[in-house]
């Protein structure tokens, strides 16, 4: 069983900036991609960015430039820096992971608990 712990979520002023972290923890082979998604009220889930384990990463327009999505493969960890935080960015952000269970096994997707990030304007 894998499970992903988010931490680093708040309240911050707009033009601030949070970092948010997900170690993932359990038995498993390994990890391919790990992103981060998130939910506003009333919307549905997004994903904001990705990366892959070799390091490529790819992000939704709308945080383009202001967020950087970054893994340590040791560690299990997917990290996201957010700076130049906006109201609209206000959401529960989920980490997610494509885990293999074993080494010929398919990858399955797992998800954190959430972390809330509110924006106040």
């Known amino acids: 069983q894998v499970q992903l712990v988010e931490s680093g979520g708040g309240l911050v002023q707009a033009g601030g900036s949070l970092r948010l972290s997900c170690a993932a923890s359990g038995r498993f082979f390994s990890i391919n991609v790990m992103g981060w998604y998130r939910q506003a009220p009333g919307k549905q889930r997004e994903l904001v960015a990705g990366i892959s384990n070799g390091g490529i990463a790819n992000y939704v327009d709308s945080v383009t430039g202001r967020f950087t999505i970054s893994r340590d493969n040791a560690k299990n960890t997917v990290y996201l820096q957010m700076n130049s935080l906006k109201p609209e960015d206000t959401a529960v952000y989920y980490c997610?992971?494509?885990?293999?269970?074993?080494?010929?096994?398919?990858?399955?997707?797992?998800w954190g608990q959430g972390t809330q990030v509110t924006v106040s304007s």
């Open positions: 997610n992971a494509g885990v293999h269970r074993y080494w010929n096994s398919p990858a399955t997707m797992s």
